[in-house]
């Protein structure tokens, strides 16, 4: 079955620490996103990857690092956790469509704690 | 730049109830308009989702036109349940200066009662 899986989904971490967050899909999409969510529910992109070794900066700043070394796969790296990391993460992937109305599927979410 | 702007919550119904959540947008060229749904705990669903203007989409009772003359996708439901509770977010796809991304409105809680 296609999906996309984010792990853990549930991370509580000290400050300081290196942390990253797994994001795989089995859809074959060269198209991978990453979203913070802020308790206010609003979505801010901060990370998208167009395809193999990818990656651009979204709307919102972020600390964190990506990388997409495999088409499946889209680890997002935070070197340094600090409480303001604190946040709903959610990763998405499409398939590219030169018309537009592409749809973007959600994985779980990670909601990461620093403390 | 593309935006989306729809109204606040959290919208509270009792079961049965007519569902409208507002939705507009401010978009270059022909955007897709999209609704999205995320239950407690989990990531976002797709709803439904109108590509070209008058489209209708439609999805377990609920339906959005895409209306280019008032530039709305306005979110209906005849009878809402209990379990329609979730946060609901409209949302457009067009192209940017950074390619073909989605644009969120901030999301709209939906909470029926018995």
């Known amino acids: 079955e296609a999906d996309i899986y984010q792990t853990p989904r549930y991370l509580v971490i000290g400050t300081g620490k290196k942390i990253t967050l797994e994001c795989s899909q089995t859809?074959?999409?060269?198209?991978m996103y990453w979203y913070q969510q802020d308790p206010g529910m609003e979505l801010h992109l901060i990370h998208y990857?167009?395809?193999?070794?990818?990656?651009e900066k979204g709307d919102l700043s972020s600390e964190s690092t990506v990388s997409r070394i495999r088409t499946e796969h889209f680890p997002l790296t935070l070197e340094s956790a600090r409480p303001s990391h604190t946040s709903q993460y959610l990763c998405?992937?499409?398939?590219?469509?030169?018309?537009?109305?592409?749809?973007?599927?959600f994985g779980p979410g990670t909601r990461l704690t620093v403390l | 730049g593309n935006s989306v702007t729809q109204m606040e919550g959290p919208v509270t119904l009792s079961e049965e109830a007519f569902l409208t959540i507002n939705c507009t947008y401010t978009?270059?060229?022909?955007?897709?308009l999209f609704w999205y749904v995320q239950y407690p705990g989990e990531g976002l669903q797709l709803l439904l989702k109108?590509?070209?203007?008058?489209d209708k989409g439609s999805n377990k009772g609920f339906e959005a036109t895409y209306r280019k003359e008032t530039t709305s996708f306005h979110l209906e439901k005849g009878s809402v349940q209990v379990s329609d509770s979730a946060v609901y977010f409209c949302?457009?796809?067009?192209?940017?200066?950074?390619?073909?991304?989605?644009?969120f409105g901030t999301g709209t809680q939906l909470k029926v009662e018995l």
């Open positions: 978009a270059t060229g022909y955007p897709s």
């Open positions: 109108a590509t070209k203007a008058d």
């Open positions: 949302a457009l796809s067009g192209l940017t200066g950074g390619g073909n991304k989605l644009t």
């Open positions: 998405a992937s499409s398939e590219y469509r030169l018309a537009g109305g592409e749809e973007q599927f």
């Open positions: 859809m074959g999409h060269d198209k």
């Open positions: 990857s167009y395809g193999v070794n990818s990656t």
